[in-house]
């Protein structure tokens, strides 16, 4: 099982839609966590952090529950422009990978 | 924005070649890592580094290798290219101190003919 695990998807969902992913890590040792987005050939691009009492950006909340050792993106009111890949990372204490683990992504597509 | 720079954005080069990819911050940043991408792929960690002097390898084995001899500069270098290291190669850095986030370069795109 990976450290950190996400829906791969597609999700394909209409304009105007909201969706959400989630995003499960098993090592309890992790501290921070953040969204990240990344476009096609592009490099990732710092989405948002995520806080343990949730924050919001805009259309855009994350969450962060401890005790299921999960954490949330929800997009509001989805617009072409939020097609990409949306990876969820997370830095922990100890252990190997600089510490810093990446989900594989989950892949949203938004159609007019 | 984030000033992280790598260089070349793009290389080609025949086979056996020895290349040097290019990583600077200016954050003084002391966390710094190489990651490897495959179009559609996820990332793979090759090196990292928690400051001058201190490299480690990633969990991808690669035949690359990296130095640290200045806090702002994290260079990769392949001493003889092959096709299948064709691939994005990604640096990034961070402070690397509670809920400080990481930051990309722009990445190299290296096609190895």
């Known amino acids: 099982r990976k450290e950190v695990e996400q829906d791969p998807g597609p999700f394909n969902v209409p304009e105007g839609a909201t969706v959400a992913f989630n995003c499960t890590y098993s090592?309890?040792?992790?501290?921070?966590f953040f969204w990240y987005r990344q476009d096609c050939r592009k490099e990732p691009k710092l989405l948002m952090s995520?806080?343990?009492s949730g924050n919001e950006d805009g259309r855009f909340t994350a969450q962060l529950n401890r005790a299921s050792q999960y954490i949330s993106l929800l997009i509001r009111d989805s617009k072409l422009s939020d097609s990409a890949t949306y990876l969820c990372v997370v830095i922990r204490t100890g252990g190997s990978q600089g510490n810093l683990i990446f989900g594989k992504g989950t892949k949203l597509s938004v159609k007019p | 924005e984030a000033d992280i720079y790598q260089t070349p954005r793009y290389l080609v080069i025949g086979t056996g070649k020895k290349i040097t990819l290019e990583c600077s911050q200016t954050m003084g940043h002391d966390k710094m890592y190489w990651y490897q991408q495959d179009p559609g792929m996820e990332l793979h960690l090759i090196h990292y580094?928690?400051?001058?002097?201190?490299?480690e390898k990633g969990d991808l084995s690669s035949e690359s290798t990296v130095s640290r001899i200045r806090t702002e500069h994290f260079p990769l270098t392949l001493e003889s290219a092959r096709p299948s290291h064709t691939s994005q190669y990604l640096c990034a850095s961070t402070l690397g101190q509670g809920g400080s986030p990481l930051h990309f370069g722009n990445g190299t795109r290296l096609t190895v003919t």
């Open positions: 090592n309890s040792a992790s501290q921070s």
């Open positions: 580094s928690y400051g001058v002097n201190s490299t």
């Open positions: 995520v806080y343990s």
